[in-house]
């Protein structure tokens, strides 16, 4: 059966065999056995009949205990060995202990055998056990040495009667300090730090088999107090009720016990009170097993909510292949440390740097220790930097090209000028050269008047302190009046120029100023001759609508379309050869679109390269633009007849306002609401309910879109916020999101693309 316990013997005396087989068997134990008597069939046994003791004579005619003992040792270092033999002095029953043997048994007191094979079956026992504490220990802190790896189990036979000390085995002498007769002579009284009344009942107990396990303290011949925890039983010996003990020292162990109590509960003191987030997780499923206060104070799950989730919970769905593939690329275990981002109980998103490490293995299964830092401030933090950095830089090379482009565009009339006041100062100069030296002056001064007036009005832009003057304008008149300019240029350089004004438009009249308008108009007129080489030139208007269009068509080269936002930049033109070929300061069409923002208007663009261009100024042709680029059109939209849609849009630059501006109203019934910066559209989207769609932009001062974007979201989350923005940089997107913007489009804002972004919501649009 399975349960018997098998054991070899190595014999060659048949009666002695039946004897220690009869003695095993006769103390109740169910036993299978084998005999062998040399060294071949006992190889062959060890391998095939798998003993758990074997039981061997010293000396036999072809064999012996010794060779035996080491050919044991050899299969099976931790095999039970006992020595049975007809007669043994002292000498050589330490050398049998010594070369490994469990215990050695004298075939006159062939009785003992029984204990001493329950004895080696303990001993292997307690070595297992040993070996589990140790790694129980290693596991811990993997610091702690072995304590009981090399030594042997003590053992004494105790008699119940008067308590006296019947047998000891050597590892009694050597853990007590007394030789065997010392201690044969003592009663367990004498080293038991228990009252007499106590041993009496504890042995009452073992001997009743009420336990078998108890916790003493015993004293060693130095005095020294041990702990130690007995396995103790009652056994029968030549008609004589013993119990037989097995002794371990467990100070060590209980003292370690302590230490470990006290570490592990500095640990977890560490990670209970520890300011950033912990979470220990199982590495193979990643689910969560434990949290400290901080992950449930940042992440708001409660500990019940997080021992029910994994990992992937905390993630985003989109993340999660990711999370899985670093998982699978690792080769030494999962290691989590990177920024990811996590998602709090109430679906917000936030960034976090995560660094995991490795505990101790337990029950077979692996667990890691993450620590959570939330990074999202400090990223921020960081595209702030970088987008300052980015603009402090753009602003020395924009302070480069203005000091470059003005040094130029200053220096060359002024050479004309100075150069022929000189030669004029010649009072022998022909009446004719005179002219013309006189005509190079004027049109020397002339540009230079034009290029210090083109850099006052863009720092008047750019300031945001341009005057607006808004009266009733004749646009007939106006266009009459800036044609006639027009046509002395392009006649002067052979083109044609043409005046369109429909004849329905019998008394165009506009409200605005007339002399901004003009401006931004003749910039236009300019532009298309300076550009155009042969051809004609078209200046005129139209009503579309409600809006006043006017249009500059020439038959010039045309612009590439990668080209198209690059001319509006300040001291630009569409490339550096045509820079080269063409004078100016190119700030004409940022000055021009500069001013018909403030206007309420937008320019708009259509060319074909090698065909020309159509440059259109579009103002509000009925209601009155704003006074100022700052005021905002919530006035416009209210007089329709109906409830218009009330959209906030935080934008710190005016001209982007009013294009946004005449996007919305164009397309749909609008009350625009202005914001200058973040801190402004708090306060406004807190002022005025019903506002159903707002328009951020993300880098404005006082207070940044992000920033302003939580504080609206957590006004109300459910008001669509849309980041519009014209740093376009890896991570601005996801930052946006996590701040709880819902789309996210980058300047110069596509019109297309920015309704289709807003019909997602609902909102629908004129043709």
């Not at 037989?244 to 470990?260: C, Q």
């Not at 030669?423 to 008047?449: F, G, H, T, W, Y």
């Not at 006649?491 to 008394?507: H, I, T, V």
């Not at 209210?638 to 630059?653: F, N």
């Amino acid at each position: 059966m399975e349960n018997r316990l098998k054991i070899l013997f190595v014999e060659d005396v048949l009666s002695d065999y039946e004897l220690a087989v009869r003695e095993i068997r006769q103390s109740g134990t169910d036993i299978e056995t084998m005999r062998v008597d040399e060294p071949v069939a006992f190889r062959k046994a060890l391998g095939k009949f798998q003993p758990d003791v074997v039981i061997s004579d010293y000396a036999m005619p072809r064999f012996n205990g010794l060779d035996a003992l080491k050919i044991t040792r050899e299969s099976d270092p931790h095999m039970p060995f006992i020595v049975l033999t007809g007669s043994m002095n002292e000498e050589t029953a330490v050398v049998c202990m010594k070369a490994g043997a469990t215990d050695y048994v004298l075939k006159e007191h062939c009785a003992r055998l029984p204990f001493s094979v329950q004895e080696a079956l303990e001993k292997r026992k307690i070595a297992g056990e040993k070996e589990q504490a140790l790694q129980r220990l290693r596991e811990s802190e993997e610091k702690y040495k072995s304590l009981f790896s090399n030594s042997h189990a003590v053992m004494m036979l105790v008699d119940p009667e008067d308590g006296g000390i019947v047998d000891v085995n050597p590892a009694a002498c050597n853990f007590y300090g007394w030789t065997h007769k010392e201690l044969t002579s003592k009663k367990i009284s004498e080293i038991n730090t228990l009252t007499a009344e106590e041993i009496e009942k504890e042995i009452k107990d073992a001997v009743a088999e009420k336990r078998n396990h108890f916790h003493f303290r015993h004293r060693k011949a130095s005095g020294e107090i041990r702990d130690v925890e007995v396995y103790t039983g009652p056994i029968t010996v030549e008609e004589r009720i013993l119990l037989y003990s097995i002794v371990h020292d467990i100070t060590e162990r209980r003292e370690l016990g302590k230490a470990l109590q006290e570490s592990e509960k500095r640990y977890r003191e560490m990670f209970v009170s520890n300011p950033l987030p912990m979470l220990i997780y199982e590495a193979e499923s990643f689910r969560i097993i434990e949290v400290n206060d901080a992950a449930v104070s940042k992440y708001e799950y409660t500990r019940e909510e997080f021992t029910k989730m994994t990992l992937e919970d905390l993630h985003p769905e989109e993340d999660i292949p990711a999370l899985l593939a670093a998982a699978q690329e690792s080769s030494e275990g999962f290691r989590y440390s990177r920024a990811w981002r996590h998602r709090r109980k109430d679906g917000s998103l936030m960034m976090v740097e995560i660094s995991s490490h490795a505990l101790p293995e337990r029950e077979g299964k692996k667990y890691q220790l993450a620590l959570a830092n939330d990074i999202t401030a400090r990223l921020e933090a960081e595209n702030m930097l970088r987008e300052a950095k980015e603009k402090a830089e753009a602003s020395d090379r924009l302070k480069t090209a203005f000091l470059n482009n003005i040094s130029h565009e200053v220096r060359t009339p002024l050479n004309g000028i100075v150069g022929f006041a000189g030669i004029m100062m010649n009072e022998d100069m022909p009446r004719e050269e005179k002219e013309q030296a006189l005509q190079v002056l004027q049109s020397s001064s002339d540009r230079l008047i034009g290029t210090i007036n083109n850099y006052m009005d863009i720092s008047l832009i750019v300031s945001g302190n341009m005057e607006v003057n808004i009266t009733t304008v004749n646009c007939r008149e106006l266009l009459q009046d800036l044609f006639m300019q027009c046509r002395d240029r392009a006649e002067a350089k052979g083109l044609q120029a043409r005046l369109l004004l429909p004849e329905s438009l019998s008394d165009p009249v506009l409200k605005t100023d007339p002399d901004l308008l003009k401006k931004a108009l003749g910039h236009l007129t300019d532009n298309a001759v300076k550009f155009t080489g042969e051809g004609e030139v078209v200046l005129g208007m139209r009503r579309e609508e409600d809006q006043m269009v006017f249009f500059v068509r020439d038959t010039g080269p045309g612009i590439q379309k990668e080209s198209l936002e690059n001319i509006f930049a300040h001291f630009s033109q569409e490339d550096d050869s045509r820079t080269r070929k063409f004078e100016g300061s190119g700030l004409g069409l940022s000055i021009a679109r500069g001013i018909s923002g403030i206007l309420g208007g937008v320019i708009e663009v259509d060319t074909e390269p090698g065909k020309g261009s159509e440059f259109r100024m579009v103002l509000p042709g009925e209601k009155n633009p704003p006074a100022t680029a700052k005021e905002t059109a919530a006035g416009i939209a209210s007089e329709r007849g109906e409830e218009p849609l009330k959209i906030l849009v935080a934008e710190d630059d005016a001209a982007s306002f009013f294009y946004l501006q005449k996007i919305m109203e164009k397309k749909m019934r609008a009350e625009m609401i202005y914001a200058r910066n973040g801190q402004e559209a708090v306060e406004k989207f807190r002022e005025n309910p019903g506002i159903a769609l707002v328009l951020m932009d993300i880098k404005m001062p006082v207070m940044n879109g992000l920033e302003a974007t939580r504080q609206i979201k957590s006004t109300d989350k459910n008001v669509p916020v849309l980041a519009i923005t014209a740093y376009a940089m890896s991570g601005e997107e996801h930052m946006a999101r996590e701040a709880g913007c819902d789309e996210y489009i980058t300047k110069p804002v596509q019109v297309d693309l920015l309704l289709q972004k807003i019909q997602k919501y609902g909102y629908r649009f004129r043709k």
